[in-house]
């Protein structure tokens, strides 16, 4: 059936460094894909999403690049900060349904 | 700027209680969801809805029903609560998909403690 894995947590790293979480897809068709953030304490907010192969999504410097050949929607970002420290959910649309992946825990020190 | 409400933040209720919690929403969306949230289980999905008064079972049903008797407001019923449903709950509501992207906006969620 559709789903979605994600990288396992938690991650810690040093403030300024490079962040990738890892995300990869299960699903026929042609989904959406989202990652979203949850700061400590609050729901979740989207970060960033892409809608079709190829896609790059971005914002506040994180990125994502929708790539069907690998079924993956990896998240990056060149220097993280402190603020930064949350969790972040992989998600998968398909149209019928919404998928979360089981979230990682990021800590950023500085 | 969307909104999505949740009744209470924080909510302790004793083993075998009644517990409604409430999600309003003002965008005007079809669908709206709960959800719970445990550590290592990442979000689960209890309930969701298209519409007013109708209702679909998610991944985890059991010991919950839902109510939807307004389009903006979608609520979570615990009959009987139990230790074991002491949990993070999260609402969230979208538009109906087309086949594309269907964004889900959440509230701030409920952290609800069953002693």
């Known amino acids: 059936g559709d789903s979605v894995t994600q990288m396992e947590g938690p991650v810690t790293l040093s403030e300024e460094a490079f962040l990738t979480i890892n995300c990869t897809y299960t699903?026929?068709?042609?989904?959406?894909l989202f990652w979203y953030v949850q700061y400590p304490g609050e729901g979740l907010q989207l970060l960033l999403k892409?809608?079709?192969?190829?896609d790059k999504g971005s914002n506040k410097g994180f990125e994502a690049t929708y790539r069907k050949e690998t079924t993956s929607f990896h998240l990056e970002k060149g220097s993280v900060q402190v603020s930064d420290s949350a969790v972040y959910f992989c998600?998968?649309?398909?149209?019928?349904?919404?998928?979360f992946g089981t979230g990682t825990s990021l800590t950023v020190i500085p | 700027d969307v909104k999505v409400t949740q009744s209470s933040r924080y909510l302790v209720k004793r083993t075998g209680e009644k517990v409604f919690l409430e999600c309003v929403q003002d965008?005007?969306?079809?669908?709206m969801f709960w959800y719970r949230q445990d550590p290592g289980l990442g979000l689960r999905l209890i309930y969701f809805?298209?519409?007013?008064?109708?209702?679909e079972k998610g991944d985890i049903p059991e010991g919950y029903s839902v109510s939807r008797e307004k389009k903006e407001r979608f609520s979570l019923i615990l009959e009987s609560a139990s230790t074991n449903q002491t949990s993070m709950y999260l609402c969230?509501?979208?538009?109906?998909?087309?086949?594309?992207?269907?964004?889900?906006?959440f509230g701030p969620g409920t952290r609800l403690t069953v002693l």
């Open positions: 969230a509501s979208s538009v109906p998909g087309q086949g594309t992207y269907n964004e889900q906006f």
């Open positions: 699903a026929t068709g042609y989904p959406s």
């Open positions: 892409a809608t079709k192969a190829d």
């Open positions: 998600a998968l649309d398909t149209g019928n349904q919404f998928y």
């Open positions: 965008m005007d969306h079809e669908n």
């Open positions: 809805s298209y519409d007013v008064k109708m209702k």
